[in-house]
């Protein structure tokens, strides 16, 4: 869920406080607060009585991303604003679904000890006096507790499968299996709007049906001679694309194509490591939650990132106007500077 707060100057938020129903913290953004110029720093206490400096801001820099994961389980963790008033966003995720399982298998046992304690509790009538219809009635209660233990739930009560998994435990019939083992190899052209993923034996272009997937019926020439296409001059390389803005990505690894997919409006976890296109400098790596089109990341990252599947990896080159775009961000990126990302999508949801 989503995590705001202001800190006046001097002033300390502890935590676990602040995230009573949340297992980890995420701070992702911080920035001056109102018309204030600063300088501003934002500091982290530890446990063990650390003081950790995560971001300065000044008349330079007014904003600054942050990938800061706290412990809300642990108490002495606290953030504190020093030199000037700061805004700080984020998310704090809920607890692990593993513990949803064992509250749900402790309830099943519960459920189920107490049908049974209602059957030989009475010590004026056993259980073999009872009626037909009342042991019919019993048995009943006792099925119906005693199917659903918790290794036997449904994903749709409560799932802790990760994503790849899912397919394997719903199984497939032989004709499935077959279906996913072997594309269908005789259609020659598949219409298509925009680009939704490789398509094994296909090629992605317009030709003379539109746009769309192509057979790709290329043969690889003797000697190393580039590909040509259709009388187009040099074609890109295949899993290279350009979207709006000037944004490129090339695929490095497919996904799946059963497993789920970046859609804008979802939260995605997503592995990257970033470089300056210019020189190859790295200037950050890691891994980050965030909201798929909401803004949250740089615009680079909302057009690159959708449509990608769990498993796959892409290297985008973003123009500085999806970027960072004029003012950089200081010291690590220059203005004016194109990145370069390699991003891998690891979950959805």
Request: overall charge positive; hydrophobic content about 35%; proline content about 7%.
């Amino acid at each position: 869920m989503f995590f705001g707060h202001h800190l006046k100057p001097g002033s300390r938020l502890r935590v676990q406080d602040a995230c009573e129903k949340a297992d980890v913290l995420t701070l992702t953004s911080v920035c001056l607060s109102g018309d204030g110029d600063g300088p501003g720093t934002l500091v982290v206490h530890t446990p063990d009585g650390k003081r950790l400096s995560v971001a300065r801001l000044g008349t330079q820099t007014r904003f600054a991303r942050l990938d800061v994961q706290l412990d809300a389980t642990t108490a002495g963790f606290s953030i504190e604003a020093v030199g000037a008033e700061l805004d700080i966003a984020g998310f704090a995720e809920p607890p692990d679904a593993e513990e949803a399982i064992r509250t749900v298998a402790v309830e099943a046992e519960k459920a189920e000890a107490k049908v049974s304690a209602e059957v030989h509790k009475s010590p004026v009538k056993k259980p073999q006096d009872k009626t037909p219809a009342q042991v019919q009635k019993v048995s009943a209660e006792v099925q119906k507790v005693s199917v659903r233990k918790p290794e036997e739930k449904k994903p749709t009560e409560v799932s802790v499968k990760k994503p790849e998994e899912k397919k394997a435990a719903q199984g497939t019939s032989p004709g499935e299996k077959a279906k996913v083992a072997a594309p269908d190899q005789t259609q020659d052209f598949i219409s298509a709007s925009k680009f939704s993923g490789a398509k094994p034996g296909m090629v992605f272009k317009k030709g003379k049906q539109g746009l769309g997937y192509y057979k790709d019926t290329y043969t690889p020439p003797k000697g190393g001679v580039k590909r040509k296409a259709d009388g187009e001059g040099p074609a890109a390389p295949p899993g290279k694309i350009t979207l709006k803005g000037g944004l490129k990505y090339e695929v490095v690894q497919s996904g799946n194509k059963n497993a789920p997919k970046a859609i804008r409006g979802r939260h995605v976890h997503v592995r990257y490591e970033g470089r300056l296109a210019a020189n190859g400098k790295r200037f950050d790596k890691g891994t980050i939650k965030f909201k798929l089109g909401a803004g949250e990341v740089i615009q680079g990252w909302d057009i690159g990132i959708a449509d990608m599947l769990v498993g796959e990896k892409r290297k985008l080159l973003i123009p500085p106007a999806l970027g960072y775009g004029g003012g950089g961000a200081p010291p690590d990126i220059p203005p004016n500077a194109s990145l370069t990302f390699e991003v891998e999508l690891l979950r959805v949801g």
